[in-house]
């Protein structure tokens, strides 16, 4: 079944002008500067996939996903959209990097929305470690969902989604800005921006370090 999450079109819009900020060149004119190649890490439903490689036209978007269900989903939002859109890989970020069906050094950008809390700190693990084998150098990774700060929670909505998620699974749960920049770091990336996004969210900006690890 063709999926639907009505957070992703609220959103899109948003996320897309930070995308813009950060990556000008993604929106340049076909045929002009290469194409950024981007891996999206958990597509879901397919609607980002969708929106995102229709709105930047610069880029080529490999949409991803661990749940068949949703890869099926995917590509049923992206099936005319071939132009600039491949096919959703299936991609597990807990199993090793090296079995990753993705080439080492072949992605430009790399996107996440919406998934480390709602999964095993594994997960936020694997992505990392992930990112750093995918990502070429200098690439830009975002990272977009509800974070802690200095231990606090930004809303007492989020405390409260927070709590939800860890009665539900106690492996799950809003992750600390601080623990993603540390994980991040052993990969070579660094913090570049923390961007305050709607709803309480954040958009975290990484880039890969040009001289590895």
């Known amino acids: 079944d063709k999926k639907f999450g009505a957070h992703n079109e609220r959103n899109q819009g948003p996320i897309l002008e930070k995308l813009l900020q950060y990556l000008p060149q993604c929106s340049a004119p ?110 830009k990774l975002f990272l977009y969902g509800p974070f802690t700060e200095g231990g606090k929670h930004v809303s007492e909505s989020n405390a409260a989604f927070d709590g939800k998620m860890r009665s539900r699974d106690p492996s799950w749960g809003v992750r600390a800005v601080e623990d993603v920049q540390l994980e991040m770091a052993k990969h070579g990336f660094s913090l570049l921006a923390k961007e305050l996004m709607p709803a309480n969210n954040f958009l975290l900006v990484f880039t890969k370090s040009v001289s590895g690890v």
């Open 30 to 139: 076909k045929g002009g500067a290469s194409p950024l190649q981007v891996l999206e890490v958990a597509s879901g439903t397919g609607q980002h996939a969708a929106f995102f490689s229709g709105a930047l036209h610069n880029v080529i978007w490999q949409p991803s996903d661990y749940d068949p269900r949703c890869l099926k989903s995917i590509d049923m939002w992206t099936s005319a959209l071939r132009d600039n859109i491949r096919c959703a890989v299936e991609l597990d970020v807990t199993k090793d990097s090296c079995d990753w069906p993705l080439s080492a050094d072949s992605f430009d950008v790399i996107f996440n929305c919406n998934m480390i809390h709602l999964a095993p700190i594994q997960v936020m693990q694997g992505l990392c470690a992930g990112a750093g084998v995918v990502a070429k150098a200098g690439a």
